[in-house]
């Protein structure tokens, strides 16, 4: 998919570790900031460092809200396509840790 004309700030992704088994990525959004478009190809998990709000832009025109707690990690599965932008008026942090090996 040919990610569209971005008008927000990109949000900061510092990867933290990438080895065989995982990809560590703090994401640093200012308010207002975005991921851009993308797809996951591997499942992942999300710890939050700050709260915060979030908008999710999905495929087709659809939107979503989440709201995130510090601390408070939720999973997904491979193959999620979103948009990822910081709805609130102060900056928001997370860690997500891409699972490169599912054990099972």
Known sequence: MKEPLRCRAPAVATIQIDDAN?????????PGAE?????????YVVVPVTDG????????????????T????????AGVEHNVVNAGAAPLS?????LKHLIG
């Open 22 to 30: 995982v990809r560590v990525t703090r994401w640093d959004f200012e």
């Open 35 to 43: 991921t851009g478009w993308h797809r996951h190809g591997m499942a």
């Open 53 to 68: 709000s979030l908008l999710l832009e999905l495929p087709g025109g659809e939107t979503a809200t989440a709201s995130l």
């Open 70 to 77: 510090a601390g408070v990690a939720y999973a997904r599965a």
């Open 94 to 98: 997370f860690v997500e840790t891409e």
